[in-house]
């Protein structure tokens, strides 16, 4: 394949993906925290996600009083003033596994490092194999878990 035809796959590619932009509503300060969302270029929602202190970890997810567990993370410098809580990632059905999920996280990892943070937690159902897979490839440690629930963090 020359080099014109190297260009004109790329710019096919380039027109055939979805066209997307995040968009942000909100603060980290709200109780439900930030909204973080991938849009399609007709404002249709592809997936979302909410960003928040962790000291409003338990009015959206009551299985956090349990798993936050400060006795687990002596090594690791885990704290209300340098972590986020990560809460709610949906991705809709027709657009799973095209990456979006990744974009959406990345996007999370981005506000709470530019806002000071260097950690995101978060709480995940037990057999979500889809996400399991994603938090881990995006550098997740689990830290404590359940018979229900497990605990994640990534050190940003």
């Not at 949906?90 to 950690?119: L, R």
């Amino acid at each position: 394949m020359n080099l014109n035809e190297q260009i004109y796959r790329i710019k096919n590619l380039m027109y055939e993906q979805d066209q997307v932009q995040l968009v942000t509503n909100g603060d980290l300060n709200d109780l439900s925290g930030q909204i973080i969302s991938l849009e399609t270029k007709d404002n249709d929602i592809i997936g979302k996600t909410f960003l928040t202190r962790l000291e409003n970890a338990t009015n959206v997810d009551p299985a956090f009083i349990k798993m936050f567990d400060e006795s687990k993370f002596q090594t690791i410098p885990l704290n209300y003033d340098n972590s986020l809580f990560l809460h709610s990632l949906d991705v809709n059905d027709q657009f799973k596994q095209k990456g979006y999920g990744t974009q959406i996280m990345k996007q999370c990892h981005d506000i709470a490092s530019n806002n000071g943070y260097k950690y995101v937690t978060l709480i995940m159902d037990k057999g979500n194999e889809p996400a399991e897979n994603l938090y881990n490839k995006l550098g997740y440690k689990k830290l404590n878990s359940d018979e229900n629930v497990e605990f994640y963090f990534v050190e940003l």
